[in-house]
């Protein structure tokens, strides 16, 4: 239900008790101006308001990146090259060869 200011200010226990069914509009000269909602809808909005509001994941990590920096970190976090397993893509000299096609037939 829409209300105008007058109505709206004229019965407002009748608004008040229309919110517990669904938000209600107040209007200023075919302007809406103001919706009044039931307080179980207005905690509901206040939780969806700080789920919005808080950081997300790539905003953390930047932060924590800025301050490593900052911190004299070269480009944030330092991570050593991994060589503590075989990787045959990189020392195996044949992993990129065709299978059953001798080297021969290859190069020529």
């Known amino acids: 239900m829409t209300w105008n200011i007058a109505n709206a200010k004229q019965q407002f226990s009748e608004v008040v008790r229309l919110t517990a069914e669904e938000p209600q509009a107040i209007y ?58 075989y990787n045959p893509m990189v020392d195996d000299p044949h992993y990129w060869d065709e299978p059953g096609v001798p080297d021969e037939t290859k190069r020529g």
């Open 28 to 85: 200023n000269r075919d302007k809406q101006v103001a919706v009044l909602i039931s307080s179980d809808d207005f905690e509901e909005f206040q939780q969806l308001r700080k789920q919005r509001d808080k950081p997300t994941l790539l905003e953390l990590f930047a932060d924590i990146r800025a301050a490593l920096i900052a911190d004299g970190a070269e480009d944030g976090i330092e991570i050593a090259p991994r060589t503590d397993r």
